[in-house]
């Protein structure tokens, strides 16, 4: 969409009572969403050029340690006789590559995933459905969900939407999610930032983990001046 388009559009839906903001909480986490193999590697079907959202998911999870906030991951991963799949496969036959196992639903390694860091395992798009992920969020007393990863269309935006229903304030930014087409990318980041979460940039992520992480700081020195 073009400049104006957007502007015009945005326009729009304000006018109308959409496109409001749920704003930073005061305890996020860092979710992200299916960057392993079966995603990013060019061998893959489900494989495509993530590789920008990857180093700026990177950069906010290196702020989200700093400020002691919790990161999950989250990988699609099926049995080796797909019976969790169900009606999946017949819109995505590609999925059926990513069995437990295999090289597909490695995590990168990039993103440096530390033990404590838990790996959500999922069988369809959203985060949320079928797994423990709000109670395990709700148990460390998450407020706010800041979504990575991919694809924008698909399983990051099932997540988001499922994050407003759970409760949660959710945070999109922008340049660290990815999509197969633009189009679909751009058509549902205006989408999700105009009825389930906000669409921000990831300098206003970063800032905000830092002014956490320095509040941090001072809880852990109790005797700085």
């Keep these: ?3 104006s388009g957007y502007k015009e559009m945005r326009s729009f839906y304000e006018k109308r009572g ?13 979710l992200v969403v299916d960057f392993y193999r079966g995603s990013l590697d060019a061998q893959s079907p489900l494989g495509c050029d993530l590789e920008k959202p990857l180093a ?3 950069r906010i ?3 989200a340690r700093q400020a002691r906030a919790p990161v ?9 006789d797909l019976h969790e799949g169900g009606h999946f ?10 069995v437990a196992g295999s090289r597909w639903v490695e995590l990168d390694a990039r993103l440096g995933r530390r033990a404590e860091e838990p790996v959500i395992k999922k069988h369809f798009a959203s985060a949320f459905f ?3 992920l709000a109670e395990r969020l709700r148990a460390l007393g998450v407020d706010t969900v800041i979504v990575t990863g991919c694809t924008t269309s698909g399983c990051v935006r099932a997540t988001v939407v499922d994050a407003l229903q759970n409760g949660f304030r959710a945070i999109v930014p922008e340049e660290a999610v990815g999509d197969r087409a633009e189009a679909a990318h751009a058509a549902n980041l205006f989408d999700m930032d105009a009825k389930y979460g906000d669409v921000v940039t990831v300098a206003a992520v ?7 992480g320095k509040k941090e700081g001072q809880k852990i020195r109790p005797g700085a001046q």
């Design 56 to 58: 700026e998911t990177v």
């Design 130 to 132: 079928g797994t423990d």
């Design 1 to 3: 969409m073009s400049g």
């Design 18 to 30: 959409l496109a409001g903001r749920v704003g930073f909480g005061s305890a996020p986490a860092v």
């Design 72 to 80: 999950l991951f989250t990988v699609v991963e099926y049995s080796a």
């Design 89 to 98: 496969f017949a819109k995505v036959p590609s999925l059926k590559i990513l």
């Design 61 to 63: 999870l290196e702020a």
């Design 206 to 212: 970063l800032e905000y983990l830092g002014r956490l």
